[in-house]
């Protein structure tokens, strides 16, 4: 009999006397499901749950994105590498940054105070990135309307053997207008290699090297008209004046930075091919 649930089949069916015990009826229902496919379809189905897929799909604010790269990058002649942010909107947005990082600072500054070790720590961290070039003080008296305060904190890792603290700024921190700097950024694409494929090439060869890039973020420069969008608060003591701090490279924190930090890097192999053909290979296909 055909019904909404497919067909069903009715009649008597033959039952053990064990089965009766004491009653004179006995029911029994049986389910049969049959399931047919094409064996094309199933290979097709196969195959294309199995292909390692051959092209990034970008979305058009990645293209966006990549459009701002390579209308504005460039590279002096020691050959570093300068780019901009990639904005979405307008900066104009943002609002004022510079209370929220005020307030974030001293609430740092008082766990600071409380475990010296700690607070000498730090300040060597800051001192360091000064020293390097990657941060520079400013004049407190040149405010700047467009700008952005990130605020910052202390990430403490006793079990570390080099770097026992981190400084890790907060770009998603908001403004009085309820806009963070993060918020304006494009991302980009992700363009490190899938795992899949890391894993894959590994297996290919006998030896395996693995090298880390020494501040990989702080290696690009970021062009001086867009600095002012990373400012942080800073004071050695808190018994001293605050004074204001413009990174001059492009720093972690900034929803972009991944993007651009691996864009140079695939930058450079483009621009480096004839000369380093080997290197150029290894640098785009192998991070």
């Known amino acids: 009999m055909e019904t909404t649930l497919g067909y069903i089949m009715m009649g008597r069916a033959q039952c053990d006397d064990s089965d009766l015990n004491t009653h004179k009826n006995n029911n029994k229902t049986f389910f049969c499901s049959t399931q047919t496919h094409n064996l094309e379809d199933l290979t097709q189905r196969f195959w294309e749950l199995g292909r390692v897929p ?82 520079s003080k400013v004049n407190s008296d040149a405010q700047i309307r467009n700008s952005y305060y990130i605020p910052h904190r202390a990430v403490y890792r006793p079990d570390k053997s080099t770097s026992k603290i981190r400084v890790v700024l907060d770009a998603s921190a908001k403004t009085t207008l309820g806009k963070s700097l993060n918020d304006l950024l494009f991302t980009g694409t992700n363009l490190q290699q899938n795992i899949f494929n890391l894993l894959i090439n590994l297996r290919m060869i006998s030896i395996a090297m693995s090298e880390d890039i020494e501040k990989m973020y702080f290696q690009v420069q970021l062009t001086p008209g867009h600095r002012p969008f990373q400012r942080i608060l800073f004071r050695f003591d808190s018994s001293l004046d605050i004074d204001e701090y413009e990174f001059n490279r492009v720093t972690f924190g900034l929803s972009s930075t991944p993007y651009l930090a691996m864009r140079v890097v695939r930058q450079l192999a483009d621009d480096e091919r004839v000369k380093w053909p080997l290197a150029a290979y290894e640098a785009a296909s192998h991070m």
């Not at 570093?80 to 609430?107: C, E, Q, W």
């Open 54 to 135: 051959d092209k990034v799909h970008t979305s058009p604010d990645d293209e966006v994105c990549e459009r701002i790269f390579q209308t504005t990058h460039s590279h002096d002649e020691t050959g570093r590498y300068t780019v901009t942010l990639p904005f979405k909107y307008d900066p104009l947005l943002l609002g004022n940054s510079y209370n929220i990082a005020k307030k974030r600072l001293i609430n740092l500054e008082r766990k600071l105070d409380n475990a010296l070790e700690l607070r000498s720590d730090y300040n060597a961290t800051i001192q360091n990135y000064i020293d390097q070039g990657y941060l």
